[in-house]
């Protein structure tokens, strides 16, 4: 029940919020960026799920689109992008481990859901990549949509909206489809590839890496046409903390800004002097914005010059995968991604 105000207490406290001093806008530190700030390291949670998407290279050093994320934040905050511990977790104890602070930020193909944002206690920012649902199988199945497909047997990932939307399909659309759960990508991949199972469903990013890095022969394996899910995959966070919650925020914002801007990290120090208003805020040039998120004026500058803006981070990893921007442009070339205005 919402307590009533009178109209007198309402423009009482008008005229005491106007004659009171302005308030210090710069932003509390908050938990998160507190322990970050004191051990120099930022902790990333990060599943491991294939070349250019998230996994390790001959070296065990974390690569890919989701793993440039964690390094992004890093160079906003510390302004070294490699202070960076990445922890691998698992699709089955990703949530728990996030919740019981295994680590800062889950950077992985993970949805956002409304149940996820609500009854999990868990915070989304703005997706970094706008995907949905697929299949792949092999030729050998003689199929290339769902609709060719009659008895079948689905691999599948535990604790994920991939089995959930698999589970409605079934019941919704009559498919004759046995569904087989596995609580580690390595069980996923390994059932499907020794034909355990005839179809592997997954988001549509981690089924083109997984077939080209995976399948003995890439060109034996199709992708299935059907799409049957939105997946708005990003960054995860522990509900509660509303200045960490900035931060990610703003720093993804900030890729997608620099892109819409023409700021890559090799074009930087050409727009130091740029006399448009918001390049200067995005830089730093006219200070103001890092010092409200907690950070300090070069924030984004740093982000820019050591991991890059979208595209640059797109292609470095997505794009030799072979996959096209499509929902993934920017809003002013038809696409989903957006900044809300930087002032």
């Not at 970050?36 to 974390?62: H, K, N």
């Not at 149940?115 to 206690?121: E, Q, Y």
């Not at 997946?231 to 509660?240: F, K, M, V």
């Not at 074009?267 to 006219?286: F, I, N, V, W, Y």
Request: contains cysteine.
């Amino acid at each position: 029940m919402r307590r009533a105000i009178s109209r007198y207490g309402l423009v009482a406290g008008l005229l005491s919020l106007l004659a009171a001093p302005a308030p210090v806008l710069a932003q509390a530190e908050g938990p998160a960026l507190e322990r970050i700030r004191s051990e120099g390291l930022l902790r990333c949670g990060v599943v491991r799920t294939g070349p250019g998407v998230s996994e390790t290279d001959s070296l065990g050093v974390w690569r890919g689109f989701f793993p440039d994320y964690c390094r992004a934040l890093a160079a906003a905050v510390l302004g070294d992008a490699e202070a960076v511990e990445f922890v691998e977790v698992s699709y089955t104890v990703r949530f728990e481990a996030l919740r019981e602070g295994a680590f800062d930020v889950l950077m992985g193909n993970t949805t956002w859901t409304a149940s996820r944002d609500t009854a999990l206690g868990l915070a989304f920012t703005a997706p970094l990549y706008y995907d949905g649902q697929g299949f792949m199988a092999s030729k050998a199945l003689g199929a290339t949509k769902l609709a060719d497909v009659g008895e079948a047997t689905v691999c599948v990932h535990r604790n994920t909206t991939t089995i959930a939307t698999l589970e409605e399909l079934v019941a919704t659309r009559g498919l004759r489809l046995e569904i087989r759960g596995f609580d580690s990508t390595e069980g996923v991949y390994d059932a499907f590839f020794a034909h355990d199972c005839e179809i592997l469903s997954q988001d549509r990013i981690a089924l083109t890496s997984v077939r080209l890095s995976r399948a003995p022969d890439p060109e034996d394996y199709v992708l299935f046409t059907d799409v049957v899910s939105k997946e708005p995959l990003g960054p995860a966070l522990r509900s509660g903390d509303e200045a960490w919650f900035d931060v990610v925020q703003w720093t993804v914002f900030a890729t997608f800004l620099a892109e819409e801007l023409g700021i890559r990290s090799d074009t930087l120090a050409s727009h130091l002097d740029s006399p448009r208003p918001e390049t200067r805020r995005l830089l730093g040039t006219d200070p103001g914005i890092g010092r409200d998120l907690g950070l300090t004026y070069d924030w984004a500058r740093q982000v820019i010059a050591q991991v890059g803006n979208y595209e640059e981070i797109f292609e470095r990893n997505l794009a030799p995968l072979g996959l096209d921007r499509g929902l993934n442009r920017p809003w002013s070339e038809g696409g989903l991604l957006y900044a809300p205005p930087l002032r």
